[in-house]
């Protein structure tokens, strides 16, 4: 039994020479902090607002103009279906791994977390690679499969593949580690008062898991809508087509059409904010309930 | 003694649940890195080699390593100030910065890549003034360390944070009463402590920027074999429909990628094994 | 060395930890500060050894003043509730700590720091632990390393805060005695904080019963026991 409780950290040094002993010196406190801050205005905001100012440097009836051409409206539309398709396949697969994962127990576990977890350590562009080599027209399945007339590679399919790919593991990574703090407890009493598995699911599980479930949806959605290497490889940047939100900013990019590829950007930098708004309140309204420890 | 494949549970669901993960991961993962190491088994090593082996080729990996390398390192560097700040300081400000250290996870590649040309062109708002100087920084390799050092930020702070919250003060304390300066304490006991979780930031940070794309193409000038790296040339081998030499250009990503698996594993195994933590 | 504490207090806030507290502690004492969470035993521990300043009064060391002494020039051997060991070094570059710490003037050679880490070891009775890490240690074992990594310093006083808190009842009566017999060879002027009546009745020449933030009663515990001064005393040692 401790006087003080040790885990609470001094706010503030009463004065200089009274600081407490686990605090750096005032000045190497103020450099410390400004270097970050200079460092992180140069590197993250900056780059932000350059979006923006990029995106109304010739009005804001240019930028809303730009993106009215039906080259972006195309673009947002295939884009939205891609996330509306990938990111709850990605859901499901994702609590159906993490209930597989941390329900039962059998051998070779560890290499599954493992397999769920490769794409992160895969580049996107490798990614696009392997889908061409799996279903482009010249493989033995891609061939056959573009003869019934339906192309896999340089088309929706393979789009919404590659960003299934990039984002495979975001959902089962957030849920695992909250599954896992839970225990089976839960589940077993509701399965002794006779409850069936859908019933279990959904009154018990789904409501321990459901905001940690919406934080993982989350940084799905904004990377899979995001998501530029893989799709680069696999679309076959065809306008109108298959040129999602990020190919057609690189391609109107590539024309110098800036305006019209930034005002294209900042839909996406907004969404990003979003995201990143709605992420960082859920973390702070529900941390005990999110895997904070493992938020890669 | 050999435990069963699959202990019997209660709990329902087993065969669903198995069914969808097992299938979604074979199809959308297993499948087509399958594929690529299968075309790689067909066309054989010497074939492989003799694509890789060429001068703009090494040069690329070489460069993509090199850049990532150092990108990391800083990162590392920065990566463990700005944890040790937001968690152990207090000012105006603090949370804001907190939250926007996900934005290069949030914010999509491209966007990230054409805004950092915008800005560091030599047109630009900081490429201006870097010419002004002298010096250019887009489209040479100091636009790519920019934005290599850009999509790895994240990273160490995010692993370093969490472990510099659950440093006890007393340990610090207990440095101090021994004698220990504050700048020996940071050295001798604080550092040591976050290590083990920066090296794993720092390697992924690393693994990260080697495969990126996105955010590099627009500012790198890709010249071949002075701002060309090696993502790009796996774009350009498929473009001019040379599959074997995509292939083999992947073979050897995906070899870079596994060792620092490894290597994150290991750190994790011999940091547990040490000192009972990560 | 003799330790004064003259009319010290301390505030957290709005909270006063301590109110006006005047102690003596003679060269050489074995000294209890005994008292319920929240009498302010530890502030007052913490404050003897430089981790937290007083409000107001003064703390003396034989005789000068050593109130705005920094930390690291008051060579207190601090023992910690938790130990405090360092996880990532051995248990011979824990107790080695302190010496490399100081400045290139005054550490000693390498050989020096060794034979010295060398005789804390057997002071311990734990000779053979040396290229162990602390998570490899029992309870008990860690108790004695930080004891040792305190002494390696040559204090000029030990202070431990609940030093027997986290261990079983069989170990705390072993280190007890451990304890008492370091005291004795060093000499060392000695305060612990403890919650025990009995590790405090049983250890201590002088016991300084706490609560809210106030002496109840100084005394040996022959006397303590004899003559409680108060009825917080009489009720807390449950005579």
Same mark, same amino acid.
């Given at each position: 039994?401790?006087?003080?409780?040790?885990?609470?950290?001094?706010?503030?040094?009463?004065?200089?020479?009274?600081? !407490?002993?686990?605090?750096?010196?005032? %000045?190497?406190?103020?450099?410390?902090?400004?270097?970050?801050?200079?460092?992180?205005?140069?590197?993250?905001?900056?780059?932000?607002?350059?979006?923006?100012?990029?995106?109304?440097?010739?009005?804001?009836?240019?930028?809303?103009?730009?993106?009215?051409? !039906?080259?972006?409206?195309?673009?947002?539309?295939?884009?939205?279906?891609?996330?509306?398709?990938?990111?709850?396949?990605? =859901?499901?697969?994702?609590?159906?791994?993490?209930?597989?994962?941390?329900?039962?127990?059998?051998?070779?576990?560890?290499?599954?977390?493992?397999?769920?977890?490769?794409?992160?350590?895969?580049?996107?562009?490798?990614?696009?690679?392997?889908?061409?080599?799996?279903?482009?027209?010249?493989? =033995?399945?891609?061939?056959?499969?573009?003869?019934? %007339?339906?192309?896999?590679?340089?088309?929706?399919?393979?789009?919404?593949?590659?960003?299934?790919?990039?984002?495979?593991?975001?959902?089962?990574?957030?849920?695992? !580690?909250?599954?896992?703090?839970?225990?089976?407890?839960?589940?077993?009493?509701?399965?002794?008062?006779?409850?069936?598995?859908?019933?279990?699911?959904?009154?018990?599980?789904? !409501?321990?898991?459901?905001? =940690?479930?919406?934080?993982?949806?989350?940084?799905?959605?904004?990377?899979?809508?995001?998501?530029?290497?893989?799709?680069?490889?696999?679309?076959?940047?065809?306008?109108?087509?298959?040129?999602?939100?990020?190919?057609?900013?690189?391609?109107?990019?590539?024309?110098?059409?800036?305006?019209? =590829?930034?005002?294209?950007?900042?839909?996406?930098?907004?969404?990003?904010?979003?995201?990143?708004?709605?992420?960082?309140?859920?973390?702070?309204?529900?941390?005990?309930?999110?895997?904070?420890?493992?938020?890669? | 003694?050999?435990?069963?494949?699959?202990?019997?549970?209660?709990?329902?669901?087993?065969?669903?649940?198995?069914?969808?993960?097992?299938?979604?991961?074979?199809?959308?993962?297993?499948?087509?890195?399958?594929?690529?190491?299968?075309?790689?088994?067909?066309?054989?090593?010497?074939?492989?080699?003799?694509?890789?082996?060429?001068?703009?080729?090494?040069?690329?990996?070489?460069?993509?390593?090199?850049?990532?390398?150092?990108?990391?390192?800083?990162?590392?560097?920065?990566?463990?100030?700005?944890?040790?700040?937001?968690? $152990?300081?207090?000012?105006?400000?603090?949370?804001?910065?907190?939250?926007?250290?996900?934005?290069?996870?949030?914010?999509?590649?491209?966007?990230?890549?054409?805004?950092?040309?915008?800005?560091?062109?030599?047109?630009?708002?900081?490429?201006?003034?870097?010419?002004?100087?002298?010096?250019?920084?887009?489209?040479?390799?100091?636009?790519?360390?920019?934005?290599?050092?850009?999509?790895?930020?994240?990273?160490?702070?995010?692993?370093?944070?969490?472990?510099?919250?659950?440093?006890?003060?007393?340990?610090?304390?207990?440095?101090?009463?021994?004698?220990?300066? $504050?700048?020996?304490?940071?050295?001798?006991?604080?550092?040591?402590?976050?290590?083990?979780? &920066?090296?794993?930031?720092?390697?992924?940070?690393?693994?990260?920027?080697?495969?990126?794309?996105?955010?590099?193409?627009?500012?790198?000038?890709?010249?071949?074999?002075?701002?060309?790296? &090696?993502?790009?040339?796996?774009?350009?081998?498929?473009?001019?429909?040379?599959?074997?030499?995509?292939?083999?250009?992947?073979?050897?990503?995906?070899?870079?990628?596994?060792?620092?698996?490894?290597?994150?594993?290991?750190?994790?195994?011999?940091?547990?094994?040490?000192?009972?933590?990560? | 060395?003799?330790?004064?504490?003259?009319?010290?207090?301390?505030?957290?806030?709005?909270?006063?930890?301590?109110?006006?507290?005047?102690?003596?502690?003679?060269?050489?004492?074995?000294?209890?500060?005994?008292?319920?969470?929240?009498?302010?035993?530890?502030?007052?521990?913490?404050?003897?050894?430089?981790?937290?300043?007083?409000?107001?009064?003064?703390?003396? @060391?034989?005789?000068?003043?050593?109130?705005?002494?920094?930390?690291?020039?008051?060579?207190?051997?601090?023992?910690?509730?938790?130990?405090?060991? @360092?996880?990532?070094?051995?248990? @011979?570059?824990?107790?080695?700590?302190?010496?490399?710490?100081?400045?290139?003037?005054?550490?000693?050679?390498?050989?020096?720091?060794?034979?010295?880490?060398?005789?804390?070891?057997?002071?311990?009775?734990?000779?053979?632990?040396?290229?162990?890490?602390?998570?490899?240690?029992?309870?008990?074992?860690?108790?004695?390393?930080?004891?040792?990594?305190?002494?390696?310093?040559?204090?000029?006083?030990?202070?431990?805060?609940?030093?027997?808190?986290?261990?079983?009842?069989?170990?705390?009566?072993?280190?007890?005695?451990?304890?008492?017999?370091?005291?004795?060879?060093?000499?060392?002027?000695?305060?612990?904080?403890?919650?025990?009546?009995?590790?405090?009745?049983?250890?201590?020449?002088?016991?300084?019963?706490?609560?809210?933030?106030?002496?109840?009663?100084?005394?040996?515990?022959?006397?303590?026991?004899?003559?409680?001064?108060?009825?917080?005393?009489?009720? @807390?040692?449950?005579?």
């Amino acid at each position: 039994m401790s006087d003080v409780p040790t885990n609470h950290w001094p706010k503030q040094p009463a004065s200089a020479a009274h600081r !407490p002993v686990t605090t750096e010196s005032p %000045g190497f406190r103020v450099a410390l902090i400004a270097v970050v801050v200079v460092f992180l205005a140069l590197l993250l905001f900056a780059p932000l607002v350059a979006v923006f100012a990029e995106a109304l440097s010739k009005g804001a009836v240019e930028a809303i103009k730009s993106l009215a051409n !039906p080259e972006a409206t195309s673009a947002i539309k295939l884009t939205l279906i891609v996330a509306a398709v990938a990111v709850p396949l990605n =859901a499901v697969f994702g609590i159906a791994a993490a209930w597989f994962i941390t329900k039962y127990d059998f051998r070779g576990k560890a290499l599954l977390i493992t397999l769920i977890d490769l794409p992160f350590s895969v580049s996107p562009v490798v990614a696009g690679l392997c889908l061409v080599l799996t279903f482009g027209a010249n493989t =033995a399945v891609g061939g056959w499969l573009v003869a019934q %007339g339906y192309p896999i590679v340089f088309a929706l399919p393979s789009i919404i593949l590659a960003s299934m790919f990039v984002t495979f593991p975001f959902v089962a990574r957030e849920l695992i !580690p909250v599954m896992i703090e839970q225990g089976k407890a839960e589940e077993e009493a509701a399965l002794t008062l006779g409850a069936s598995g859908w019933r279990i699911f959904f009154t018990v599980t789904l !409501p321990n898991i459901r905001w =940690a479930l919406l934080y993982g949806v989350l940084l799905c959605n904004a990377r899979a809508m995001g998501e530029f290497g893989a799709v680069a490889v696999v679309s076959g940047k065809i306008r109108g087509q298959t040129a999602t939100m990020p190919i057609t900013i690189e391609m109107l990019y590539n024309e110098y059409l800036s305006v019209s =590829a930034f005002s294209l950007a900042a839909v996406l930098a907004l969404l990003a904010l979003v995201t990143l708004t709605l992420k960082t309140l859920l973390e702070w309204r529900f941390a005990d309930q999110l895997a904070a420890a493992n938020r890669l | 003694m050999s435990r069963p494949l699959i202990n019997r549970s209660p709990l329902p669901g087993m065969a669903l649940s198995a069914g969808i993960t097992l299938t979604l991961l074979s199809l959308v993962v297993l499948l087509p890195i399958g594929a690529l190491l299968l075309r790689g088994a067909t066309a054989g090593f010497p074939a492989l080699w003799h694509e890789v082996n060429t001068p703009r080729i090494w040069g690329a990996l070489f460069l993509s390593f090199k850049l990532s390398l150092y990108a990391a390192l800083i990162n590392l560097v920065f990566g463990v100030a700005l944890a040790w700040v937001l968690v $152990r300081y207090r000012f105006p400000g603090r949370r804001l910065l907190d939250a926007a250290v996900d934005l290069p996870f949030a914010l999509p590649t491209a966007v990230a890549g054409i805004a950092l040309t915008a800005l560091y062109a030599p047109n630009g708002a900081f490429g201006s003034i870097a010419k002004d100087l002298g010096f250019k920084i887009a489209y040479t390799q100091w636009g790519i360390l920019i934005a290599l050092i850009f999509v790895g930020l994240p990273f160490v702070t995010r692993t370093v944070q969490p472990v510099v919250e659950e440093i006890e003060r007393e340990v610090e304390e207990a440095s101090a009463t021994l004698g220990a300066t $504050r700048a020996y304490t940071l050295r001798r006991v604080v550092l040591p402590m976050l290590a083990p979780a &920066a090296m794993t930031g720092f390697a992924l940070s690393l693994a990260r920027a080697v495969g990126e794309y996105g955010s590099v193409i627009f500012i790198a000038g890709n010249i071949p074999l002075k701002t060309e790296i &090696a993502p790009l040339l796996i774009v350009i081998k498929l473009e001019e429909f040379n599959y074997t030499g995509a292939t083999a250009i992947g073979i050897a990503m995906l070899l870079i990628s596994f060792a620092m698996l490894l290597v994150i594993n290991a750190i994790q195994v011999f940091s547990r094994r040490r000192i009972g933590y990560v | 060395m003799q330790i004064e504490i003259d009319h010290i207090s301390k505030e957290f806030g709005a909270t006063a930890a301590l109110h006006p507290v005047s102690l003596s502690i003679p060269s050489g004492a074995l000294v209890a500060l005994l008292g319920p969470s929240g009498s302010g035993k530890t502030t007052l521990l913490r404050i003897l050894g430089g981790l937290e300043f007083p409000t107001a009064g003064r703390v003396l @060391f034989d005789g000068s003043d050593a109130t705005n002494m920094t930390v690291q020039d008051r060579r207190a051997g601090f023992v910690f509730q938790s130990y405090a060991l @360092f996880r990532h070094m051995t248990v @011979f570059e824990n107790i080695a700590y302190g010496l490399r710490a100081r400045s290139r003037a005054q550490r000693p050679a390498s050989a020096e720091i060794a034979r010295r880490v060398t005789k804390l070891l057997e002071l311990i009775q734990l000779p053979d632990i040396g290229a162990r890490y602390p998570s490899q240690l029992s309870g008990g074992q860690r108790q004695r390393v930080a004891l040792a990594r305190a002494l390696a310093i040559e204090p000029r006083m030990l202070l431990l805060d609940e030093p027997f808190g986290a261990l079983d009842a069989r170990v705390r009566k072993e280190l007890r005695a451990g304890l008492r017999e370091i005291h004795d060879t060093t000499g060392l002027t000695t305060v612990f904080v403890t919650h025990d009546q009995d590790e405090a009745m049983e250890l201590a020449d002088l016991v300084v019963v706490m609560s809210m933030g106030r002496i109840e009663q100084i005394g040996r515990p022959q006397d303590i026991r004899a003559k409680p001064a108060t009825a917080f005393v009489r009720e @807390f040692l449950a005579i």
